[in-house]
């Protein structure tokens, strides 16, 4: 699929590629065991402008037209290859920036944009909560409209950058009487009076992520900080899922890849019964599995971001959708069979595959579950169902 690719998005892989061997390897075991923040990383991609490939030119990013999500996707791919965790600094600022860059004003992307796009600032998206996951329609924190400010009151649970993030796109009801119809997204900046982080959590996987509670206490946001008008908020999430997912699929396509490279080494070096391991039919055909999954994965992305990208947002939810099921469980199988091949070794923490096996879990569950992204492919073919039946 690497054919598909234009001259600028393979200098972009490139550049990402450079920076998950050189930078990102070399740290990932020490990061992942003591749960750092990667803010040196963070830096390095500011420095070689990678937060700018998914900005608009306007707002000194670099995207002529469209979206960037390819550009996205590759970085997201390239660094997840060395670190599924560290990446997520990135991936979640991504994720964060949606909301602003579907909804925003002119406005208020000049005041928020470039220094995002700078990697000056990185950003955060929050919606769930302890009693609305997949059931996001329940979420309970409100925003009151007082005078030319709202008043936000409720927790958010597991927000990814929290705490390190500046700028955030939160949901919350302004309506609460009318359930998720009275949902509406607002900025909020970190410092604003009454905006605290609780609970970091501690992970199976994705440790140099940072997971975090953003508690809302009479936190006074300027009116002026709502994003496309009240009553939008969960047409602001679900289009801002519709772009972010196909990067949680790439994600766990860096990781298959990665694993994938690991274990083509290991298997070629270890030898039993006086032959290399990969001499094996048994584990050649592990191996054949692994790379055709791979390959099925990357054109599902490639193909739906070339599509987004040109301005074909035709069924987006529904393909998005399926290449985030397909690529995390291709990430879940690819990095279990790399264990698998590498025998006991791969399950120790010396070689980078259980890492990568823990790190593939979360693809299954973040931004909706697989179940949940089912329901979302099986409701698009009860509708198609219909349509065929008149
Ligand atoms: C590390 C991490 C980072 C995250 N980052 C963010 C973030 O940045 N911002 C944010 O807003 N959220 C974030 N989340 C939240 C994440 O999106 C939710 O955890 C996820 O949507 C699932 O919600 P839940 O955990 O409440 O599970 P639940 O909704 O309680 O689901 C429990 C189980 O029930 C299944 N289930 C639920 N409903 C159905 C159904 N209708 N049909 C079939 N099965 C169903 C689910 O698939 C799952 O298996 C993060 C979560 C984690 C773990």
Redesign the pocket.
């Known amino acids: 699929m690497h054919h598909l690719l234009t001259e600028e998005q393979k200098s972009i892989r490139d550049l990402a590629r450079r920076i998950a061997e050189e930078k990102v390897k070399p740290v990932r075991a020490r990061y992942d065991e003591e749960s750092i923040f990667p803010r040196d990383i963070v830096e390095e991609l500011a420095r070689v402008d990678l937060f700018r490939v998914f900005i608009p030119v306007e707002y000194d990013g670099l995207v002529e037209q469209g979206y960037g999500v390819t550009n996205m996707c590759l970085v997201i791919e390239e660094l997840s290859k060395a670190c599924a965790g560290i990446v997520l600094a990135y991936a979640?600022t991504a994720?964060g920036a949606f909301p602003l860059l579907l909804f925003g004003s002119d406005a208020q992307k000049k005041k928020y944009l470039p220094s995002i796009a700078a990697g000056k600032r990185l950003a955060?998206?929050?919606?769930?909560e302890p009693m609305?996951?997949?059931?996001?329609g329940s979420i309970r924190t409100t925003a009151r409209r007082e005078g030319d400010h709202y008043v936000l009151d409720g927790t958010?649970?597991?927000?990814?950058?929290?705490g390190e993030a500046d700028i955030y796109t939160v949901v919350a009801l302004t309506q609460p009487e009318k359930g998720a119809r009275g949902a509406s997204t607002f900025v909020v900046e970190k410092g604003t009076p009454g905006f605290s982080f609780g609970k970091k959590?501690k992970?199976m996987g994705?440790r140099a992520?940072i997971?975090s509670e953003l508690i809302f206490e009479q936190a006074r946001v300027p009116a002026e900080n709502l994003l496309g008008r009240e009553g939008m908020g969960f047409l602001v999430a679900m289009k801002t899922f519709d772009l972010s997912r196909p990067g949680v699929a790439a994600q766990a396509l860096g990781i298959a890849e990665g694993a994938m490279d690991e274990t083509l080494r290991y298997a070629h070096q270890r030898h039993q019964f006086g032959q290399s391991i990969i001499s094996f039919q048994g584990i050649q055909w592990m191996l054949a599995d692994m790379a055709t999954q791979i390959e099925a994965a990357r054109a599902l992305i490639y193909g739906l971001t070339d599509r987004i990208d040109k301005g074909d947002t035709k069924n987006v939810g529904y393909l998005s959708a399926m290449a985030k099921v397909f690529a995390s469980d291709v990430a879940m199988k690819v990095t279990t069979d790399a264990v698998q091949i590498f025998g006991g070794y791969g399950y120790m923490s010396d070689y980078p595959v259980e890492k990568m096996m823990r790190d593939a879990k979360?693809t299954q569950?973040?931004?909706?579950?697989?179940?949940?992204q089912k329901?979302v492919i099986g409701n698009h073919l009860v509708r198609e169902a219909g349509r065929l039946s008149g």
């Open positions: 979640g994720l955060a998206f929050g919606i769930t609305a996951g997949s059931d996001a958010k649970v597991f927000i990814t950058n929290g959590e992970k994705i992520s997971t979360i569950i973040y931004e909706g579950t697989n179940q949940i329901n």
